[in-house]
């Protein structure tokens, strides 16, 4: 269960996003997943529809960092923005994850924003 108080992912989280939860070919059943990775692309519904606040998560598997990424569409029902989302940030998310079209996504994901490691 996750911190009353700070809000936290759970220690004991689910496996990362691997290609086989990427496919929609091979992924018939929705999981939860923990997916790791860079912000791309935002997007926001128009103000006459549904809000929707959207990002395009390049995931990265962490034991193999030198593998390329693949993309993961967050949705956050409901939400024309969401705190410290933009491009550019690094974000650790947890959701289930389900096929909507071609793209794998995670609607309303828990996230914690991952700060960048600064050397001195």
């Given at each position: 269960?996750?911190?009353?108080?700070?809000?936290?992912?759970?220690?004991?989280?689910?496996?990362?996003?691997?290609?086989?939860?990427?496919?929609?070919?091979?992924?018939?059943?929705?999981?939860?997943?923990?997916?790791?990775?860079?912000?791309?692309?935002?997007?926001?519904?128009?103000?006459?529809?549904?809000?929707e606040f959207s990002a395009l998560?390049?995931?990265?598997?962490?034991?193999?960092?030198?593998?390329?990424?693949?993309?993961?569409?967050?949705?956050?029902?409901?939400?024309?923005?969401?705190?410290?989302?933009?491009?550019?940030?690094?974000?650790?998310?947890?959701?289930?994850?389900?096929?909507?079209?071609?793209?794998?996504?995670?609607?309303?994901?828990?996230?914690?924003?991952?700060?960048?490691?600064?050397?001195?």
């Amino acid at each position: 269960m996750a911190s009353v108080l700070t809000n936290t992912i759970p220690e004991v989280a689910p496996a990362h996003v691997g290609q086989a939860d990427l496919d929609a070919d091979r992924s018939a059943t929705r999981r939860k997943v923990r997916a790791t990775g860079a912000v791309v692309e935002v997007g926001i519904a128009p103000v006459h529809d549904t809000a929707e606040f959207s990002a395009l998560l390049i995931a990265q598997d962490p034991e193999c960092p030198s593998v390329e990424g693949k993309p993961v569409r967050l949705v956050w029902q409901g939400q024309r923005e969401v705190p410290g989302v933009a491009v550019g940030v690094y974000l650790d998310c947890v959701g289930l994850l389900c096929h909507r079209g071609p793209d794998a996504t995670i609607f309303n994901p828990r996230y914690e924003i991952v700060a960048k490691k600064v050397r001195r």
